[in-house]
């Protein structure tokens, strides 16, 4: 199996049926200043990180809420196809980190970057 394919193979997990249905819907944790933060995915090669906290389909994708930190630290929206799509073949996929437990934002931030 050629690496591509099998990179491609472990991104789809990105969304699994229980993250589905846990993900509150787009806007549904707008003003709150402490949302709760229900996935992280992340890239090995670049150090990015999304931190997700809602979710909603749209059309034939899925598209995300959250705290991408990157370049530089930013609210925004990001879909999945993104995340699966569009790296190149010679970088590894973004993986969801299955291990991350939901959880308020500051605790997140204290936790993995203090």
């Known amino acids: ?7 491609l193979m472990t991104a789809i997990d990105l969304l699994p049926d229980d993250l589905r249905l846990a993900l509150p819907a787009l806007n549904s944790q ?5 949302p709760i ?14 931190y997700v906290t809602e979710g ?6 899925f598209l995300f809420f959250g705290l991408v930190i990157g370049l530089d630290e930013e609210w925004g ?4 196809s ?11 996929p973004i993986e969801r980190d ?5 959880d ?3 605790r997140v931030m204290a936790r993995e970057h203090c």
């Open 30 to 34: 707008a003003g709150i200043s402490d």
């Open 77 to 80: 929206y990001f879909s999945h």
């Open 98 to 102: 299955v291990h991350f437990k939901p």
């Open 56 to 61: 909603s389909p749209q059309d034939n994708d």
């Open 1 to 7: 199996m050629s690496r591509r394919k099998k990179n």
């Open 104 to 106: 308020y934002l500051r």
């Open 37 to 50: 933060v229900y996935a992280k995915f992340r890239s090995r090669d670049s150090g990015w990180v999304w």
């Open 82 to 92: 993104e995340l699966t799509e569009s790296w190149p073949p010679w970088e590894s």
